[in-house]
């Protein structure tokens, strides 16, 4: 189950998108000091994006290079929390 989801766009490739989980979640926690998902939701830095969403890519078999190559092959965009849903139109 996906906690959110961004768009992955690799230079010359096709983009995709990326669910990331808890899984990718807790690898990325365990990775540094002091990191937390509500410190990241409540204040997204670009960096912590681009390592969720390669770590993300590595387990979903979606990129296979070091997180180096991924930080020079890519774009990451447009993350969304899964539990906001899709924006619905003013009445």
């Known amino acids: 189950m996906a906690m959110f989801k961004a768009q992955v766009t690799q230079d010359g490739k096709d983009p995709y ?6 899984r ?4 990325w926690e365990r990775k540094g000091r002091d990191r937390a998902f ?9 960096t912590d994006m681009f390592e969720l969403a390669y770590l993300s890519s590595r387990r ?3 990129f ?4 180096q190559e991924f930080l020079e092959l890519v774009d990451v965009e447009g ?3 899964e539990a906001e849903g899709p924006t619905q139109p003013a009445p």
């Open 64 to 67: 296979a290079g070091t997180e």
């Open 60 to 62: 979903q078999g979606l």
């Open 17 to 22: 998108t990326v669910e990331i989980g808890a």
């Open 79 to 81: 993350a969304t929390d």
């Open 38 to 46: 509500s410190d990241f939701m409540a204040r997204p830095r670009v």
């Open 24 to 27: 990718d979640v807790a690898a």
